[in-house]
């Protein structure tokens, strides 16, 4: 992830499309309550006969199966990210908070674009306004500095990478029906697939 992306990105779309998510997942909530209280309980009860004592119960109650699925892919959806907002917002902060700390030393980083960055003094000695005190720093600084930023940014690169092939997936399985499961955050379904390709 580039430095700016990190810095600069409007999570405001992403906050956004995360409420739209949040509700339509309690109105699928509602319909799928009322599906299974309603529409479900009623066939079960019904007295059929011929043909709609098989075909049409079985597809009231499919049907009713199906608002429980598709509530289940809406949370899903919304659990993974709901995830990735709140890690990428948490390491913005810990890049702002280390850009913080290295003012303070006179030091600061430069997007380089295509995720390479510098190290760079904020202010240069020579340049300085005559009587004004620049902070000092070392080499080393300059090095604690540019690895920790890799550092921040490589992991902000791996909590954002899992989420788009996860919805991915879960778009590419409504075509068998939505699933049953729900995705109750977005690491753990990266585990499972991690460990299986292990084994």
């Known amino acids: 992830m580039d430095l700016n992306v990190l810095l600069n990105g409007d999570f405001a779309e ?3 499309a995360i409420a739209d998510w949040e509700s339509m997942t309690k109105r699928l909530a509602t319909l799928e309550s009322n599906a299974r209280n309603n529409l479900k309980a009623k066939a079960e009860q019904a007295h059929w006969a011929g043909v709609n004592a098989t075909v ?5 109650a499919k049907t ?7 509530h289940t892919q809406a949370q899903s959806i919304t659990n993974i990210l709901t995830d990735t907002r709140e ?3 948490g390491y913005r902060q810990n890049l702002q908070e280390t850009l913080d700390t290295a003012r303070k030393k006179n030091l600061t980083v430069v997007d380089d674009g295509c995720g390479m960055f ?3 003094m904020i202010i240069h000695p020579d340049r300085a306004a005559k009587g004004t005190t620049v902070p000092e ?10 690895d920790e930023v890799k550092l921040i940014l490589s992991k902000a690169t791996e909590s954002d990478r899992p989420a788009a092939p996860l ?3 879960l778009v590419a399985s409504v075509k068998e029906g939505f699933p049953d499961s729900v995705l109750a955050d ?12 292990q084994a």
């Open 137 to 146: 720093h070392t080499d080393v600084d300059e090095d604690l500095l540019h």
């Open 14 to 16: 992403l906050g956004q």
């Open 87 to 89: 890690e990428l917002i």
């Open 186 to 197: 977005r690491d753990s379904p990266v585990a499972a697939a991690n460990k299986a390709a």
């Open 56 to 60: 049409s119960r079985e597809f009231v």
């Open 64 to 70: 009713a199966d199906e608002f429980t699925d598709a």
């Open 118 to 120: 510098h190290v760079q």
């Open 167 to 169: 919805l991915q997936s």
